[in-house]
């Protein structure tokens, strides 16, 4: 899905404008459609040509939680994407034992305390040149900053070489993991991925993970790479478990710290975030739900079942509208009380509840305290949005100080 950043609550200067796919030219997508009508799928509504579909967070929370009936390996779902990439063996990772095995041996790699240590150590002393640069009068480009902390955190995380220490060696890093995301567009409508397209995903899959036979071999269970090779993945599987890490850890979370970014701006709560620096989690917590990094989730239905008082039979799709079901609680504000149904559901739930949520939660924390900690607003001075990108952000939102 490609569009302009959304907050359809709000009349601030995200723009209401429906998402394109990724063909230049071509009417608007099916689920890009879904997004905006989706305030009438609640509970749950069945769709003709797309299969049931819900906006309501309670019965998304329901489908996410319920893997007897609920299924990711099959049409439209992220696991039969990743199955036609790297092999079936992916199958297991997704939904069986090998799933529930390595989220156990990496668990304390991906918890809040390792997450703010991996954040701290990796992009610290970058987000300190940041401040620095605002606080002296000059801009900072938000967006490519976003780009660039993220992408110093997949190579961390992969254990990816790069040439250099610049910004541009990490946005490169970061380049290749969105690209291979893009594939998803083409498996979202249910198909199967045309030849040329797994031909070529696999080529950017070996771009990003050329590296992990070798680290396999010799790298230390303190990193992921390590810690899947004693979880006892393969090296080849280990390969696919890092390009998996790579792209669920990119786009999602530079979005999300670029649009926060944005909206504390648009909504005039920045000044209260730079007279309540404690408002920070309140600060990540309303941008990721509002931006709600993953908009869409599909799963298939494995096996009979009620839901919302409607039977779902075995092979039918479900379609859940993440982003309209976070986003009826209204738009950004901080100090907004948390709804129960919605708690987290940005980040998926159940057993497929996103593995680095407090790496991302980090990122976005870091950076909003660098911007808070200068002690003065800012002002936006320039702001392109991206295209032809599945998760809306901006490609440049410049800053500087009031």
């Known amino acids: 899905m490609s569009a302009a950043p959304r907050n359809d609550e709000m009349d601030h200067h995200e723009p209401r404008r429906i998402p394109r796919t990724a063909r230049a030219g071509s009417q608007p997508s099916r689920a890009a459609l879904l997004l905006h009508a989706g305030r009438l799928a609640r509970p749950l509504r069945r769709v003709p040509r797309v299969g049931w579909v819900t906006a309501d967070a309670a019965t998304a929370r329901s489908v996410l939680t319920d893997p007897e009936h609920f ?48 954040v701290d150590r990796v992009i610290g002393a970058r987000l300190a040149e940041a401040r620095i640069r605002l606080a002296s009068g000059r801009p900072v480009d938000v967006a490519a900053l976003g780009r660039t902390l993220v992408g110093r955190i997949v190579t961390e995380l992969l254990r990816v070489p790069v040439a250099g220490t610049d910004d541009a060696a990490y946005e490169k890093v970061f380049a290749t993991a969105r690209e291979l995301a893009a594939l998803s567009l083409e498996a979202a409508g249910g198909a199967d991925l045309t030849a040329e397209t797994v031909a070529r995903g696999r080529r950017v899959v070996a771009r990003l993970t050329g590296h992990v036979e070798d680290e396999w071999r010799t790298g230390s269970a303190e990193h992921l790479v390590g810690r899947c090779r004693d979880a006892g993945l393969d090296a080849h599987q280990t390969a696919g478990m890092a390009a998996l890490v790579g792209v669920a850890a990119t786009e999602t979370a530079a979005s999300a710290i670029t649009r926060t970014v944005a909206l504390l701006h648009d909504t005039g709560d920045q000044h209260r975030l ?11 917590r309303e941008g990721l739900r509002v931006t709600a990094p993953a908009p869409v989730i599909g799963r298939t239905v494995r096996g009979d079942v009620r839901l919302a008082g409607r039977t779902l039979r075995a092979g039918e799709r479900i379609t859940l509208l993440n982003y309209t079901a976070n986003s009826l609680t209204g738009g950004f504000r901080l100090g907004r009380p948390p709804e129960p149904a919605n708690r987290e559901l940005w980040f998926g739930a159940g057993r497929h509840r996103c593995l680095g949520s407090a790496i991302a939660q980090a990122e976005i924390g870091r950076t909003l305290e660098t911007l808070a900690g200068v002690g003065r607003p800012w002002r936006i001075v320039e702001r392109r949005y991206s295209r032809r990108v599945v998760i809306p952000t901006y490609e440049r939102l410049t800053v500087t100080l009031v």
């Open 71 to 118: 299924t990711v390996l099959d049409r439209g779902g992220v696991g039969r994407l990743w199955a036609q990439l790297l092999g079936d063996w992916v199958d297991d990772l997704f939904d069986g034992e090998g799933h529930r095995a390595l989220r156990t041996a990496t668990r304390d790699l991906f918890g809040e305390t390792a997450a703010r240590a991996l």
């Open 274 to 284: 730079l007279a309540s620096p404690e408002l920070v989690p309140d600060a990540v």
